[in-house]
């Protein structure tokens, strides 16, 4: 079956690097996703990746994509305060691809 | 440009009351969604229209209903309120980009079921 999973919580300093992971089960995701959301508000697509690739890079963000072990990472260098919020990692596939599977989230909580 | 809009923001309903949580769109996108979401099981698709006039089920649809009343527009319907249908929910649009499927959401209606 589709299931998504991610650890719930994670605490940084500010400056530091933060490394959120999430593993998968679906063998046929063929797109990964990150998406934010703050507080009160809804989810926005940070970033995604298709299975091919193994890495994305985008200014602070570094995707990490192991197909293989079925794990991805999200790498944010240098958290600031304002990285504080809620992690979402998501899979979908390019063919019939209109479920998309959510985990839990991550909340980042960065301390000052 | 507004993108995607719920309303209302925050509600009350007793147990069996009925309610119809609005969402609009305004980036011309074929499908749209409906989501709820828990803490610590975050969201789980409830229906979505992979295009207008057509509607499907999610992972969690009963106690539910949907209309996409056109292109912009797709609505939820809770007939007859549960507790346990005390939730954030999410609309979302999307189309599909090379395959990939990145979805817009609203801001979130907070349900709560007395």
């Known amino acids: 079956g589709e299931d998504v999973e991610q650890s719930l919580f994670l605490s940084v300093r500010e400056g530091d690097s933060s490394v959120i992971n999430c593993t998968y089960t679906?063998?046929?995701?063929?797109?990964l996703y990150w998406y934010k959301q703050e507080p009160g508000a809804g989810l926005q697509l940070l970033t995604y990746i298709f299975s091919n690739m193994d890495m994305k890079q985008d200014q602070r963000l570094t995707v990490l994509l192991n197909k293989k072990d079925k794990h991805l990472s999200l790498r944010i260098a240098d958290t600031q305060t304002g990285d504080s919020a809620i992690y979402f990692c998501?899979?979908?596939?390019?063919?019939?691809?209109?479920?998309?599977?959510f985990g839990a989230g991550t909340r980042l909580f960065v301390k000052a | 440009n507004a993108g995607v809009t719920q309303t209302p923001k925050f509600q009350v309903l007793k147990t069996g009351q009925s309610m119809t949580l609005q969402c609009a769109q305004d980036?011309?996108?074929?499908?749209m969604y409906w989501y709820r979401q828990d803490p610590g099981m975050g969201l789980r698709l409830i229906y979505y229209s992979a295009s207008e006039g057509t509607t499907d089920k999610g992972e969690v649809p009963n106690g539910y209903n949907v209309s996409r009343l056109n292109k912009r527009e797709f609505s939820l319907r809770l007939e007859s309120a549960a507790p346990s249908q005390t939730s954030v929910y999410f609309c979302?649009?999307?189309?599909?980009?090379?395959?990939?499927?990145?979805?817009?959401f609203g801001a979130g209606s907070r349900l709560t079921v007395l």
């Open positions: 979302a649009s999307s189309e599909k980009s090379s395959g990939a499927n990145v979805l817009t």
């Open positions: 679906d063998s046929s995701s063929t797109y």
């Open positions: 980036m011309n996108h074929n499908s």
């Open positions: 998501a899979e979908s596939r390019a063919t019939g691809g209109f479920k998309t599977i």
